[in-house]
């Protein structure tokens, strides 16, 4: 699965609006940085959202468990590969929007 025009630059104003949350939050409760671990769920999290909306998995029919089991780690797989794919260009932006670079975020 591959991400179209239209996708990517929805993933950009996502980016944006949970950036300007975290910004917000941060403002709000007056904390100096916000971990980056919390950063991290919050993208994946949405990054999910947006895999199940874009993809419109069709859950197996319950007539076997076991085929249905089955079934069902196969839509699962194919969500979270999609999700993973959204969450390394929505992650990428998100830590570039909040000011974030590779040695802030490693300790370097």
């Known amino acids: 699965m591959?991400?179209?025009?239209?996708?990517?630059?929805?993933?950009g104003l996502?980016?944006?609006?949970?950036a300007q949350i975290i910004k917000l939050l941060v403002a709000k409760f007056g904390k100096e940085k916000i971990?980056?671990?919390?950063?991290?769920?919050?993208a994946y999290?949405?990054?999910?959202?947006?895999?199940?909306?874009?993809m419109?998995?069709?859950?197996?029919?319950?007539d076997d468990p076991a085929a249905f089991v089955a079934q069902l780690l196969v839509v699962a797989g194919a969500v979270i590969g999609f999700a993973t794919l959204i969450y390394n260009l929505?992650?990428?932006?998100?830590l570039e929007l909040i000011g974030w670079t590779a040695e802030r975020v490693l300790g370097k």
């Open 14 to 18: 996502v980016a944006a609006a949970l």
């Open 35 to 42: 971990s980056r671990f919390w950063i991290t769920v919050a």
């Open 45 to 54: 999290v949405v990054s999910c959202g947006l895999a199940v909306v874009w």
């Open 56 to 62: 419109k998995p069709v859950l197996p029919p319950l």
């Open 90 to 94: 929505l992650l990428a932006k998100l």
């Open 2 to 11: 591959e991400l179209t025009l239209e996708q990517v630059a929805l993933v």
